[in-house]
């Protein structure tokens, strides 16, 4: 296994267009999240999915935004109609939590996927 | 809202010398934080993490510590190799699932 794969690593669109980036997780993870990161901040949480159940949505993810993971492996994370304000850095993580005790999810980042909207 | 806080962007050590990147946090209910190490083009990588029922957690060169009364944690890294200059983020849950984190520190060991 070769880690969490994002794809693509960048992506240049213009105002409006509609983007779509690719998550591949660990493959024996069943938690996947998604983050936002722009210039001087820390990753902003997003989204994150149980298997292919999507639990938790930030108000950071307006109605352009959807996500998916079909199957509970690789997700997608659809822009529709971008605007200037979504470029950053799009982080997906994968996990698989052993329990609630402390030190139970540790989750593992790709590299990320760059989006810049002229 | 800022959850938690990192409020040096920028820290720089001599080579041999000891790191301390720190923290604070706001929500008293955050009882999982973690510290994570990220080179440019790459994600963050898990670095070391620490509970609140515990003070203090080491792992070879990387000890956090944890005061629950001031809501702050710290990150001490001793002897700083120049391996060691990356950007550092410390993160926070409570529930074990949604993970704030801070703005980042940039760490650089001059050789």
């Known amino acids: 296994d070769t880690g969490v794969s994002q794809d693509p690593r960048h992506k240049i669109t213009k105002r409006g267009q509609n983007v779509t980036f690719r998550c591949d997780p660990i493959?024996?993870?069943?938690?996947l999240y998604w983050y936002r990161q722009t210039l001087g901040q820390g990753p902003e949480f997003l989204t994150y999915f149980q298997n292919e159940a999507q639990l938790e949505k930030s108000r950071l993810l307006s109605d352009r935004f959807s996500a998916e993971r079909p199957k509970g492996s690789f997700s997608t994370l659809e822009i529709q109609r971008t605007e200037q304000g979504d470029s950053a850095m799009y982080l997906c993580a994968s996990s698989s939590p052993k329990g609630r005790r402390a030190g139970a999810n540790v989750l593992t980042f790709g590299a990320g996927s760059r989006l810049t909207v002229l | 809202d800022q959850q938690v806080k990192q409020n040096s962007p920028s820290l720089s050590v001599q080579e041999g010398r000891i790191s301390i990147l720190n923290c604070d946090y706001t929500n008293s209910m955050f009882d999982y934080f973690l510290w994570y190490k990220k080179y440019p083009a790459e994600g963050p990588t898990f670095l070391i993490s620490i509970s609140s029922i515990k003070d203090k957690n080491e792992d070879g060169r990387f000890t956090v510590f944890l005061n629950k009364s001031a809501k702050h944690l710290s990150l001490h890294i001793v002897p700083s190799q120049p391996g060691d200059s990356a950007v550092y983020f410390c993160?926070?849950?409570?529930?074990?699932?949604?993970?704030?984190f801070g703005t980042g520190t940039s760490l650089t060991v001059i050789p």
């Open positions: 493959s024996e993870h069943n938690r």
């Open positions: 993160a926070a849950s409570n529930t074990g699932n949604q993970f704030y």
